[in-house]
């Protein structure tokens, strides 16, 4: 009699845990089948329930999702994210191996490319009307502002001198409706993917330093953090410099609740929410470093700043190819990289396609002093647009670990300037003009970023050391002048400039879009 009570006991400890698996099963299939049936969810859900898909009626034949794109310079973050659809990778084409000069912009590299890297990034287009479109009546004007700031990338630049779609797309960037969020999968540190409501896409990095902090003395450059006012900064001081190379990035604050948690279909990130002792509520997602409970993203109570970098074109449409930088660090304890023992490594590099001819050295060397002047020590790939081939300039994407460390200027970073001795006529004078007290550095620097909304996004010793750090840069190029004479480090780039040749072609893009 015991046996057989055993036995059924056993057969109904079996029937519970094959029902549970099953209203498992089906809690996690059914979001899935709702989305296939069209319906959505405007009920609203607390933290201890999966989301929903807030989608709108009828976005589902609108909005296609992107193949994300490269935007981090790491070799260990070029993938697509989690949370979208998986995309296969497409072969790595090497650019042009020769080089031919180009006015003011920066040839592409002739060593190699970094292998494997995925074609990501195929940016939306929208629908456009088709009716309008076989008409002829639509233009470039009424296009959303990321798609026009895509076209007006050109081989010299991201962006002429004064385009007025670069304020247009800041406002966007700081002010658009979030629609969807994901995380941008690899890398070292937690990066969101945001889709707004336009179809436009930017890269979130949030806020883990406070303004006052510095990077604390015992930490390799390679383990530090990457600060959203940083990225800020630099597309100012990029665009004070007259580069125009850096996308354009602004600050905002965003609702962790309403931005991030109630619109992402990333259930990695998702499960990341909490509610932390203080009642602030907080995430951490995934990443190699500083994704941990312990080193938490929390709100105030559930507002959190950020950056916003927006995406440039997609993968489709302008392949990116991504170079070695030859100064590039060891990123290594003990070891030391070969430019740091050998003082004649420059005269190799100057012997290297496509270094050897052209202006890509030159182009280097503008990024070195860019690099200094926010200490950022973090530069060991940089990218070029594929289709340019060596005749185009380089893009200085991933400045999140610059103005680390106001009070210690980093010598090293301008190694190449000193090793090379080499310059544009046209950063030289500019460089020169901004060290004039009526031009000062800190005064131009911090009028820009008066005007983003999360100023002040330095706070005043950061801007100091931009001035010291000028007179630093200055310092080195007089000594190259002193020892080689003018004509041999100042390369004349002013002349007259070559038809400029466009990206995009707001017809082709038409097109484009009208296929889909």
Not at 398 to 423: A, M, T, W, Y
Request: aromatic residues 8%.
């Amino acid at each position: 009699m015991k046996m057989i009570l055993f036995r059924k006991f056993r057969v109904l400890i079996l029937m519970v845990f094959l029902i549970a698996c099953s209203m498992h099963i089906m809690i996690d299939l059914l979001p899935r089948l709702e989305r296939r049936a069209g319906g959505s969810c405007s009920c609203p859900h607390g933290p201890s329930e999966e989301p929903r898909d807030r989608a709108e009626p009828g976005r589902s034949s609108k909005h296609t999702l992107r193949i994300l794109q490269d935007f981090s310079n790491e070799p260990s973050s070029n993938l697509t994210s989690h949370s979208l659809e998986e995309r296969p990778e497409a072969a790595h084409r090497p650019g042009p191996a020769g080089q031919s000069r180009g006015s003011r912009g920066s040839p592409g590299q002739g060593s190699n490319p970094r292998p494997g890297a995925p074609a990501q990034g195929a940016a939306f287009t929208p629908s456009l009307d088709e009716d309008k479109a076989r008409a002829g009546e639509l233009s470039a004007d009424s296009y959303p502002n990321w798609l026009r700031f895509h076209i007006g990338i050109n081989r010299f630049e991201l962006y002429s001198r004064h385009n007025p779609v670069i304020d247009a797309m800041l406002a966007d960037l700081a002010a658009q409706r979030i629609t969807s969020v994901a995380m941008k999968s690899g890398g070292t540190q937690l990066k969101l993917i945001m889709t707004f409501h336009n179809y436009g896409q930017a890269l979130f990095k949030p806020m883990k330093q406070t303004r006052e902090q510095e990077t604390p003395p015992d930490f390799f450059y390679f383990s530090d953090f990457e600060r959203h006012n940083a990225e800020i900064a630099a597309y100012h001081l990029d665009r004070i410099l007259d580069f125009r190379r850096v996308p354009p990035v602004a600050g905002r604050l965003v609702n962790m609740t309403k931005e991030i948690r109630d619109v992402t279909r990333d259930k990695k990130l998702w499960r990341t929410f909490f509610i932390s002792p203080a009642n602030n509520i907080c995430f951490y997602g995934e990443c190699s470093y500083y994704c941990s409970t312990e080193h938490a993203l929390c709100g105030r109570p559930d507002q959190i700043e950020g950056s916003l970098a927006a995406f440039l074109p997609d993968l489709a449409l302008a392949k990116r190819k991504t170079w070695r930088n030859p100064w590039r660090r060891s990123y290594h304890k003990r070891k030391k990289a070969e430019w740091e023992v050998d003082p004649d490594y420059c005269e190799e590099v100057k012997q290297t396609p496509p270094y050897d001819s052209g202006f890509r050295l030159l182009d280097v060397m503008d990024m070195t002093i860019f690099d200094f002047l926010m200490g950022n020590m973090d530069r060991h790939h940089y990218e070029t647009f594929e289709k340019f081939g060596n005749e185009t300039f380089i893009i200085h994407l991933d400045n999140g670990r610059g103005f680390g460390k106001h009070s210690h200027d980093e010598l090293s970073i301008l190694v190449p300037l000193s090793q090379c001795c080499r310059v544009k006529k046209s950063t030289h004078l500019r460089l020169q003009l901004l060290a004039r007290e009526e031009f000062r550095l800190s005064v131009l620097m911090e009028e820009s970023l008066r005007r983003d909304r999360l100023a002040p996004v330095l706070i005043r010793p950061h801007l100091e050391a931009l001035d010291r750090r000028l007179r630093l840069v200055l310092s080195v190029l007089a000594d190259c002048i002193e020892k080689d004479g003018y004509s041999s480090v100042v390369e004349d780039d002013m002349g007259p400039a070559p038809e400029t040749a466009h990206f995009v072609n707001p017809a082709h893009t038409s097109r484009r879009a009208q296929k889909r």
